[in-house]
T-cell receptor, first 113, second 116 residues
Framework: DAGVIQSPRHEVTEMGQEVTLRCKPI?????LFWYRQTMMRGLELLIY????????DSGMPEDRFSAKMPNASFSTLKIQPSEPRDSAVYFC???????????FGSGTRLTVV | QQQVKQSPQSLIVQKGGISIINCAYE??????FPWYQQFPGKGPALLIA?????SEKKEGRFTISFNKSAKQFSLHIMDSQPGDSATYFC???????????????FGKGTLLTVNP
């Protein structure tokens, strides 16, 4: 199994631009999580899906952030418009039924200049 | 509100020594306590986990000690090796209202450096 696949690995964009981060979870996993990691705030849960349905998006910082999961093998996290304070590493993780053993992807390092 | 407090922020240990990282939680609904290990440029990876029905779990050189009454748990790394140098995160989760999902809340991490 290739694990959780995230793309791109690195993204540098200008303030005000739209950014789309992508995630392919492990086949058979039906829970998907988006986390953001910064030095100041650590790992923060942004949103999670169960069976492609958003269950809790209370961690999404503001309306500029949106996430979708159109099918069991793909999810996107979009930021529009992006701001410098959005600079962070964004991780996607998946699990079966949300049970123990989250598997994280390698992350997307986003830099907004 | 920080629901899982982790300490220390950083830790330096000599090779062969014992590394100890502590976490405290507030939410009594938490019922699953994993530790994750993260190397630079990688995502966190599950290291070891415990449920509150036991007070200790050991896997190789890694041991979790759990104190339910104090709402504290800790990671002990015996015979620490330079390859253990990484950031360690404690976490906690509980089942959501639907009864089927675990949502992990992480501590802020401990940067462990093991000197050769």
């Amino acid at each position: 199994d290739a694990g959780v696949i995230q793309s791109p690995r690195h993204e540098v964009t200008e303030m005000g631009q739209e950014v789309t981060l992508r995630c392919k979870p492990i086949s058979g996993h039906n829970s998907l999580f988006w986390y953001r990691q910064t030095m100041m705030r650590g790992l923060e849960l942004l949103i999670y899906f169960n069976n492609n349905v958003p269950i809790d998006d209370s961690g999404m910082p503001e309306d500029r952030f949106s996430a979708k999961m159109p099918n069991a093998s793909f999810s996107t996290l979009k930021i529009q418009p992006s701001e410098p304070r959005d600079s962070a590493v964004y991780f996607c993780a998946s699990s079966f039924q949300g049970w123990e053993g989250y598997t994280f992807g390698s992350g997307t390092r986003l830099t907004v200049v | 509100q920080q629901q899982v407090k982790q300490s220390p922020q950083s830790l330096i240990v000599q090779k062969g020594g014992i590394s100890i990282i502590n976490c405290a939680y507030e939410n009594t609904a938490f019922d699953y306590f994993p530790w994750y290990q993260q190397f630079p440029g990688k995502g966190p990876a599950l290291l070891i986990a415990i449920r509150p029905d036991v007070s200790e779990k050991k896997e190789g050189r890694f041991t979790i000690s759990f104190n339910k009454s104090a709402k504290q748990f800790s990671l002990h790394i015996m015979d620490s090796q330079p390859g253990d140098s990484a950031t360690y995160f404690c976490a906690a989760s509980s089942v959501n209202s639907g009864g089927s999902n675990y949502k992990l809340t992480f501590g802020k991490g401990t940067l462990l450096t093991v000197n050769p």
